[in-house]
């Protein structure tokens, strides 16, 4: 048996069982996770946590019938009873014309090394000290009073990603965090708010300090808030909300939903989306980026896409399944766990920043919202209607006058992306990044 250590060894031998028990093709794929977290909350300890998880999966062809099992056990027994497990689970269901893994000339064979490790893990008390010092500098901003605490971690997994059309490949990727909510205000006057930082290497975190104050200064700022009357108006939405947007095209142009027919945007492959000069990006070999891989989970290439160019939409995402659904050529972005088949989705996902900052952006709004948090899920996005709860701060002649709160915004987003204009305060925090975006003629609903 191979060394349960050596991830790549261990799913050698795995496809090796599965071909054995008749498998005609399998890609096999192994996590190890390690993350260690400390929570706090009023200045006390609440939690120190850690934990470790190793979890393989594996899916097997048996013609075109195809079937994905999981286990976290790595013992010879566990693994020969996971084979006869997916095998029985293939033989049984329907056939797919679409499934299959890659053929040997589309794999990637070189790779770059995108710096995802980083080569310290913090020990407990230096979790202990961010979370400390994230909560101590947001209850020290004048009129919070309580606290809902802080927390750091640290995560580290371990990829592996095998096949029997002959790619094996891995990479270690990890994460840092520091998150902060307090509330201000008493009694029945009372606003929540947060604020958190993550990198892939802790050495890029912002300093928990001014996590903490950002996170006291949004609830505080949002005290006084106020109803308004429904309006048809400019809103503009702040990046840590904006980038949601970015998500809802992303899902909006996955393969699966193009081959459903139950997308917004399938039909405009080709056409301008969004207002001309706008750029969406998705590049997944950012050095240290939150959501960078070398390769996809069918072991083909990644790389830099415009999925937006010039406001014009270029191209799907596109896994191996997807692509041939629709008779194209997959684009590298399938991912995958270990309990289900690869699906595509994008990587680093960013707006390009516009000419100018966010003070111009709102100069010329006589009256309009400025979103800060969004609430529900309100999306459709068969036609694209979008009605969700919001959170933030009216304008008045170009300035933020006062913080409303119970309001409802609605549109739909193929008017919403091509009335969109970006501000030029892109900062890549997230993985999924947007600067503030301003989108004409939307309806606020209040009282």
Do not use: C
Request: hydrophobic share 40%.
């Amino acid at each position: 048996m191979a060394d349960a250590d050596d991830p790549l060894a261990l799913l050698d031998a795995l496809l090796a069982r599965a071909r054995a028990a008749g498998a005609d093709a399998a890609d096999a794929v192994a996590l190890d996770g390690t993350t260690l977290s400390a929570a706090q909350r009023l200045g006390e300890p609440e939690r120190l946590e850690r934990s470790e998880s190793v979890d393989l999966g594996l899916r097997v062809f048996v013609g075109k019938r195809s079937a994905v099992a999981s286990t976290s056990d790595r013992k010879p027994d566990a693994l020969d009873a996971l084979v006869e497990r997916v095998m029985a689970m293939a033989r049984s269901v329907p056939e797919d014309p679409h499934a299959g893994i890659a053929e040997a000339a589309q794999l990637v064979r070189t790779w770059p090394d995108l710096d995802l490790a980083d080569g310290h893990e913090p020990d407990a008390e230096a979790l202990v000290a961010l979370a400390d010092a994230a909560e101590a500098a947001a209850r020290g901003v004048p009129g919070v009073t309580n606290s809902e605490g802080a927390e750091a971690q640290f995560t580290r997994t371990r990829i592996a990603l095998a096949a029997t059309n002959g790619f094996a490949g891995g990479y270690t990727a990890t994460g840092s965090s520091v998150a902060v909510s307090v509330i201000a205000g008493e009694g029945t006057a009372m606003e929540t708010d947060f604020a958190y930082t993550s990198a892939t290497h802790g050495e890029d975190l912002e300093a928990a300090e001014a996590v903490g104050r950002r996170a006291g200064e949004r609830a505080v700022k949002s005290l006084g808030s106020r109803k308004i009357d429904t309006a048809r108006v400019p809103v503009v939405f702040d990046p840590r909300v904006a980038n949601g947007f970015l998500r809802t095209l992303a899902g909006a142009i996955s393969g699966p939903s193009i081959a459903r027919g139950t997308s917004f945007l399938q039909e405009k492959l080709g056409e301008r989306v969004f207002a001309p000069g706008i750029t969406i990006v998705d590049d997944p070999h950012l050095r240290r980026g939150r959501r960078s891989k070398p390769f996809d989970a069918e072991g083909l290439p990644t790389g830099r896409r415009e999925l937006i160019a010039d406001g014009r939409l270029t191209t799907w995402l596109l896994d191996l399944r997807s692509a041939r659904q629709l008779g194209l050529e997959p684009t590298g972005h399938a991912g995958r766990g270990t309990t289900s088949p690869p699906s595509p989705g994008a990587s680093n996902l960013y707006m390009a920043r516009g000419e100018r900052d966010p003070a111009a952006l709102m100069a010329d709004i006589r009256q309009g919202f400025y979103v800060t948090r969004m609430m529900g899920h309100g999306t459709n996005m068969v036609t694209g209607d979008y009605s969700r709860g919001a959170t933030g701060f009216w304008i008045e002649n170009g300035e933020i006058a006062y913080p409303v709160s119970e309001v409802t915004v609605a549109g739909n987003l193929i008017d919403m992306f091509a009335n969109t204009t970006p501000a030029n305060d892109l900062e890549m925090r997230f993985g999924v990044d947007a600067p503030t975006l301003r989108i004409e003629g939307m309806t606020v609903a209040g009282k």
